[in-house]
């Protein structure tokens, strides 16, 4: 029997987050395991009147273009992959996993090779996204992998899930059109700000936000959301992190992390688990020893660690930064074939000053 949540996620992703119009291309990027949500997605959008074009990928497909292919055969760029990141006006993304640690075996110079060799692409998503041509939003389907990961049942994790998701609700865009409203007045706060400190057992950092946006994440691009987010001036940032989750890339889990920053560059890094990973990545083009993005995270719904960065990243109480690109909307200039986010909890001890005043003192907004 189908669960009526996802009919509900479904109609949330294209009425709501992307708000699917009449005659628009919309591109349905799916698992095989999320067929049952694609499905559903597939329906609402036939019924906005978009028109519809469907992807579904598998890991066994992605592993073996992986490592059957040499760095020729990794560069190359589809004309179809290129036309779609160029022309579509929509793209709904439905990520799964038979098995989130199906890639954690492939040799990372491989993953090296494909990541610069899609940086175009990623630049062409990001500028269109930033200037409206393009609307996407992504969401996770909760199936067995993600399950594990996060220490769940399955049914746990449905219920987590649909929870986070606010589809256990009657009416979920009342609910995500209440959290925008409640984020708004952190992000008006904030925007003309010029200087943020942060200050806990796990990090000493200061960084510039001055000429930047701050966005207020309601649902929109992330399903589910709760973050208030901007890409910080890319030679500002000096201090040091440590990073109180494990950071997880192309199926590989980083943890332990230390970043020391001078002017902006990750001039000092390490880890417990997996550096000769966070090291090939630093190393992959300019810009990802460089910060993309600088956000905290307030979607108190979520309070456990799942190993899932689209949840974890909006856990109430805690700050995230991303290495690599950032996103044009916010100001960002920096460019990378990267945007890998790590989270660090600041419930505790924590403070964040902005412009010297109190802005957030252990898990909580002060303003």
Not at 159 to 168: G, L, P, Q, W
Not at 290 to 309: D, H, P
């Amino acid at each position: 029997m189908s669960d009526p949540r996802i009919k509900k996620l479904a109609d949330l992703l294209v009425n709501y987050s992307v708000k699917v119009q009449p005659g628009q291309w919309v591109l349905i990027n799916s698992h095989v395991i999320a067929e049952p949500l694609a499905n559903e997605v597939l329906r609402a959008v036939l019924e906005a009147g978009g028109l519809p074009q469907i992807i579904l990928s598998s890991d066994d497909l992605v592993e073996t273009g992986f490592r059957y292919s040499n760095n020729e055969q990794l560069s190359w760029i589809s004309p179809v992959v290129k036309t779609l990141y160029e022309e579509v006006d929509v793209l709904i993304a439905l990520r799964a996993f038979e098995n989130t640690k199906y890639l954690a075996n492939i040799d990372p110079k491989k993953q090296q090779v494909q990541a610069q060799a899609k940086q175009e692409l990623m630049q062409t998503y990001m500028k269109r996204a930033a200037s409206g041509a393009l609307k996407w939003t992504l969401t996770q389907y909760p199936c067995p992998a993600y399950a594990q990961d996060a220490d769940m049942s399955l049914s746990e994790y449905q219920d987590f899930v649909h929870s986070a998701t606010y589809t256990d609700k009657d009416d979920p865009v009342s609910e995500w059109e209440r959290i925008h409203d409640e984020q708004q007045v952190v992000v008006d706060w904030l925007n003309g700000k010029k200087e943020v400190t942060l200050k806990s057992p796990n990090v000493d950092l200061t960084l510039s936000v001055e000429g930047r946006t701050f966005i207020n994440s309601d649902g929109t691009n992330n399903m589910p959301s709760g973050e208030v987010f901007t890409g910080p001036v890319e030679d500002s940032a000096n201090g040091w992190v440590e990073y109180t989750y494990p950071a997880i890339e192309k199926g590989k889990e980083v943890s332990g992390i230390r970043l020391e920053f001078k002017d902006g560059k990750v001039v000092n890094a390490s880890a417990k688990k997996n550096e000769e990973f966070l090291l090939a990545m630093l190393d992959i083009d300019d810009g990802a020893r460089y910060l993309g993005e600088f956000a905290v995270g307030t979607n108190y719904g979520i309070q456990k660690f799942t190993k899932s960065i689209l949840y974890d990243e909006k856990i109430g109480g805690s700050f995230h930064m991303a290495l690599g690109a950032g996103y044009p909307e916010t100001g960002s200039k920096n460019v990378s074939s990267i945007h890998w986010d790590m989270i660090c909890d600041i419930r505790e001890d924590s403070e964040i000053h902005v412009d010297g005043e109190l802005f957030y003192k252990d898990g909580k907004f002060q303003i």
